[in-house]
């Protein structure tokens, strides 16, 4: 008998079962039927859940009805997009992880009789149109040109199927190039179909590993393939989809993360497990901020993309990507505003942080080291550590530009819980962003003293709270006796607080940015004009369309480009103003000891963490030079610093080694700029405390020694040969890691160091002796590079060996023996220059024939 009419939904809906499970897959033949339930389902949802937004938990009898029935049925309707919005309504009132339960419960239905048929024509199918894809499609090639509308097309009924053919060649050897390619294929797919691919890249990041399933090659220390194309294509995914749920993935991967590092064991002397890998799926959240967050990053950075690490984001990342495609920026904060939104909602920063510290310190635990300690130990150790610390550096400086100062500091923890969980420098590069700005103290200040709140400036700044509470942490840190020392905490606390951008504007990179903008605009101007005066323009085309947009954006960026230049140096004034009023207070016992615990608490644990942190380094030398910072000696610093970070050359990562390069190469050229020219150096010198020969309490003192240029060039020369003992070592070593890291660092300061010909010399014999006898191919590869790059140094080499003048007396024994060798040539046919006969001597001499036969007639 037919079901009756009922206003009851509760107790219609197990007649609806009922009915279903008599129809069972036939229930696609009348598709009236199959949308009025889909409709009823919506219908009986917001009835039992009328608040708008809030997520909806069914209960089984209805997930059941449309997993086993409904969705089953969806399946063998051929394309019906209207269908396939119907169906997207209804799921998108579920939470994701009920979502995710009914597409997996959906994928075991194709194991069925109809539905099993179905999923191999639509991966067939989908084979098919995927090898016809390329990158750049020719429009007369309709399936390759229209693959996105022909995977449309089967993902409306079948998007399980489909997009598990796609994401098969991912798992595999895969071309790289085509990843991009495959990302377009999904352009016009429908919003569940996008949900579908979420589940599905989640559920790949949830499998373990196994014996076809590895996430690390140990042998060769490097990522499994799978696991790199996967992280690019999900990061270029969902920035394609910024509207696709992502809370699902981001939970699987903050879990993943510390999979292995929880069951690391605890008790001492039980065996320890080998890392398989797994919690390597941090790679998806890295590609993930890296194309959501527009993060672009390169490996090898050159002179200016580092010197752009100072300016503000749009300057970094214009130097980073000019000359590529450049996206529409409604698009990028889009995608931006959903992954901050999908972090923060679930609370995940906190978590992801304490994930990536201890994982950071699992690598570094006895138990590692005793599991992995055998050949290939020390790479596989640096690529862990380097690539979490780059993860970590990533997600903070993600967040610090998705979110204004006050929101970055409410999802930070507690203070003392940042301190134990990270090093200093981590734990104060994670709060930086969260503390108020430092030059605006000084600005609020001013701003008092204009409107007539407060006479003068004050001595004292009144620091907000956040910044007492770290002052306070940090001395639970600290040693008690540090202040001891002759350094005072407000100048520890600054050190820490200060970024590159306080101290450092590059205004080099700004005008080149924006040159390089109008250079754009200028080209761009010129191919309109040219397709203007075509016989069939029409300005209605999508390339003159395009073109115009473009410069729209380009205008649109130079602007906002010179609005954050102009922050910065407002920004940079205050801050440098602020400064100048602190500087007495810094080194309050001028000494050895003073400028030792400089170098060791503040240089060292700094300089290492990030290229901007390297050059922040270099530039606040520089700073404390250009303040003639009293109590600050730059010989001794030199003396320091050269003697404790030399020792961190042999037991460093590959990271590190090269951000030590950059660090060499920026302060050793300081140096010779100072040795340049004795004039200037004189001018820059002059009453500046920081060239004073000894330490001396009063800055003031009438009989005070300074700095001569000689003692700068003999510094020079002292300091380059500590560096050459540590690398020659490494150059020299047996291991291959430490050579390699050797080899990075000299490619990254070449150009400062080695530059006196006594050291530089035996650097570029031992490197191309490397190139020449080195067995491994990269070592012997990157020793050639940089044995060309050292040769181009050459002419700058200084304190060249004096070439040997000529002894005269050997000169004038030469020219003697090379006319009695002409003399002997000449003679050897037994004749005279003039023609006559010569004979021999006695004593070997020759004598003429004539002279001797008169000799002859004499005697008798």
């Known amino acids: 008998a037919a079901l009756s009419p009922s206003t009851d939904s509760d107790k219609l809906l197990p007649q609806i079962r009922l009915l279903l499970e008599h129809l069972e897959y036939f229930l696609h033949t009348d598709i009236y039927l199959l949308t009025a339930l889909w409709k009823f389902i919506l219908a009986y949802i917001k009835e039992q859940h009328p608040a708008e937004g809030s997520q909806v938990i069914l209960d089984e009898q209805l997930v059941a009805i449309i997993y086993r029935h409904l969705l089953p049925a969806a399946s063998l309707v051929p394309n019906n997009p209207f269908l396939s919005d119907l169906m997207w309504s209804v799921l998108r009132q579920l939470g994701v992880y009920q979502r995710f339960l009914i597409y997996s419960c959906w994928e075991t239905t194709y194991d069925n009789f109809l539905l099993k048929l179905v999923c191999a024509k639509t991966k067939s199918q989908t084979k098919q149109i995927l090898k016809r894809v390329v990158s750049n499609a020719e429009k007369r090639d309709l399936i390759a040109h229209q ?116 069951s690391a064991p605890k008790e001492k002397g039980s065996p320890s497990q080998e890392y398989k890998g797994e919690s390597l799926i941090r790679l998806i959240l890295e590609s993930l901020i890296e194309h959501m967050g527009g993060l672009l990053t390169v490996a090898d950075m050159t002179a200016e993309q580092l010197i752009c690490l100072a300016g503000g984001p749009r300057l970094r990342s214009e130097s980073v990507s000019h000359g590529g495609k450049k996206e529409d920026n409604a698009r990028k904060d889009k995608a931006r505003v959903a992954l901050l939104s999908a972090l923060v909602d679930q609370g995940l920063v906190p978590v992801l942080w304490y994930s990536l510290s ?39 400086e993600f967040l610090s530009q998705a979110c204004p100062r006050d929101k970055y500091a409410a999802l930070m923890p507690p203070t003392q819980q940042v301190f134990s969980m990270f090093e200093p420098n981590l734990a104060f590069l994670a709060m930086r962003n969260g503390l108020p700005s430092y030059g605006r103290a000084m600005a609020q200040a001013a701003a008092a003293v204009k409107d007539g709140e407060a006479t003068d400036a004050p001595t004292t700044i009144q620091e907000p709270e956040s910044v007492l509470e770290l002052e306070r942490v940090v001395r639970m840190f600290l040693p008690k006796a540090f202040e001891d020392e002759g350094l005072s905490m407000p100048f520890y606390i600054t050190f820490w607080r200060l970024s590159l951008q306080d101290i450092f504007t590059p205004t080099e990179g700004y005008d080149k940015a924006d040159a390089n903008i109008q250079n754009e605009i200028k080209a761009i101007e010129v191919a309109k004009k040219s397709m203007e005066r075509d016989r069939d323009f029409n300005p209605h085309m999508r390339e003159y369309k395009s073109l115009k947009k473009e410069v729209v954006r380009l205008q649109d960026f130079s602007v906002k480009l010179k609005e954050e230049r102009l922050q910065q140096l407002v920004s940079h004034k205050q ?46 030398v520089r700073m404390l030079v250009k303040l003639k910072t009293p109590g600050f000696q730059l010989l001794d610093f030199y003396n320091s610093w050269t003697i404790m970070l030399t020792q961190c050359i042999r037991c460093c990562s590959e990271r590190e080694a090269q951000i030590f390069g950059v660090f060499l190469r920026d302060m050793m050229s300081y140096v010779l700029h100072l040795r340049d020219d004795e004039e200037r150096y004189n001018v820059e010198t002059k009453d500046n405390p920081c060239f004073h020969r000894n330490y001396y309490e009063d800055p003031k003192a009438s009989m005070v020694e300074w700095t001569q240029f000689g003692d700068i060039k003999k510094g020079h020369s002292k300091w380059e040969g500590r560096i050459y003992k540590a690398l020659r070592a490494g150059l020299d070593s047996d291991d291959w890691m430490e050579r390699r890291n050797t080899l990075l660092l000299l490619s990254q300061s070449y150009e400062a160091f080695p530059l006196v010909e006594k050291y530089a010399k035996p650097i570029l014999n031992a490197i191309e002796s490397m190139r020449d006898k080195e067995e491994y191919s990269d070592l012997k590869t990157l020793a050639a590079s940089i044995a060309v790059k050292l040769r181009t140094q050459r002419d700058r080499w200084v304190e060249k060996a004096p070439e040997k003048a000529p002894d005269k007396q050997a000169e004038k024994a030469a020219d003697d023996s090379g006319r009695n060798k002409s003399s002997g040539a000449k003679a050897s046919d037994g004749k005279t220059s003039d023609g006559k006969t010569m004979d021999s001597s006695e004593n070997g001499a020759a004598v003429p024939s004539e002279s001797r036969d008169r000799d002859r007639d004499r005697d008798r």
């Open 575 to 620: 801050v440098m103003a602020r400064l100048e009023q602190e500087k007495a207070g810094w080194f309050t016992k001028p000494s050895p000891h003073a400028t030792a615990a400089f170098v060791a608490d503040m240089i060292c644990p700094r300089v290492l963490t990030s290229h901007a942190d390297a050059l922040f380094c270099c530039h606040f």
């Open 147 to 262: 693959s996105h509308f022909h995977i449309c097309k089967l993902c409306h009924s079948n998007p399980i199927p489909c997009l598990e053919t796609m994401l098969s060649d991912l798992l595999i050897g895969f071309n790289v190039n085509m990843i991009q390619p495959y990302v377009e294929c999904t352009n016009r797919c429908p919003e569940m179909t996008a949900d579908i691919m979420g589940y599905m890249i989640s559920r790949t990041c949830s499998k373990p590993s196994g014996a076809d399933r590895v996430f690390l090659s140990k042998s060769d220390a490097t990522y499994a393939p799978w696991l790199q194309n996967m992280g690019e294509f999900a990061g270029r995914f969902f920035k394609k989809h910024p509207q696709t749920d992502l809370h699902g993935l981001l939970t699987i991967i903050t879990k993943r993360i510390n999979s292995e590092t929880d």
């Open 358 to 396: 201890r994982q950071r310190h699992h690598f570094l635990s006895e138990e590692f080291s005793e599991s992995h300690g055998g050949g290939g130990g020390l790479k596989l150790l640096s690529l862990l550590f380097d690539g979490n610390h780059q993860c970590f550096l990533h997600l903070t």
